[in-house]
């Protein structure tokens, strides 16, 4: 019996505890400018997992009310090669806004677990000529957790990688509703965009 082979599933690296923020409803939006590798942030798929990535630095960077999300997303991400990372979310994209009004992202704070001070230094004011990028999500958790050995290729700051993980279309709990998301992406669009 020969196994299936999988094929390579678009993966965007984010925070694990934001993961598990998305997971838990409490946020659906990503603020994306690309990492120190990329000229820009592109939106490189529109239906995506989640790569769980970790810091030492998230805790600060985390409003209090929502740090409890830190140990689950520690647990799931792996930060050298040869460990082991867990994928359990896949976001499919609702909308992409350019965020034209920079100055007014503190106002953004209801929709996301970060605090105002690193949207501020790691958003905004990191490669001020990069435009900011909002992205409402519909974040769907995976069928099956997929438990993946980090491998060097994974390591860099960028933000896009491929993953043999599968993610069949329409499998998988969604999240929020789409009265809820474009709520969200009404908010983000009068707010920023």
């Known amino acids: ?10 993966a965007l690296k984010e925070w694990g505890a934001v993961v598990h923020a998305l997971l838990q409803g409490r946020q ?22 989640l ?31 040869g460990g082991e990372l867990l994928v359990r979310a896949g976001a499919e994209v ?5 965020v034209a009004r920079p100055e007014r992202v503190e106002e953004l704070e209801d929709l996301h677990v970060w605090t105002s001070a690193s949207v501020r230094s790691s958003r905004v004011d990191f490669r001020p000529r990069h435009l900011l990028t909002a992205l409402v999500v519909r974040a769907v958790e995976l069928p099956e957790p997929v438990r993946l050995v980090r491998r060097p290729e994974h390591g860099g700051c960028t933000s896009w990688l491929d993953l043999e993980v599968p993610w069949p279309a329409g499998t998988g709990r969604a999240v929020h509703a789409d009265e809820h998301l474009a709520a969200v992406e009404a ?7």
Do not use: C, N, W
């Open 1 to 10: 019996m020969t196994t299936p082979a999988t094929t390579a599933t678009p």
């Open 28 to 49: 659906a939006l990503l603020l994306r400018k690309g990492g120190i590798h990329e000229k820009r942030f592109a939106v490189g798929a529109s239906r995506f997992v």
């Open 51 to 81: 790569f769980p990535t970790v810091a030492h630095s998230h805790a600060e960077s985390v409003r209090p009310e929502h740090r409890d999300l830190l140990p689950l997303g520690a647990a799931d991400a792996a930060d050298a090669p």
């Open 94 to 98: 609702v909308a992409v806004v350019p």
């Open 187 to 193: 908010a983000v669009r009068e707010r920023v965009g």
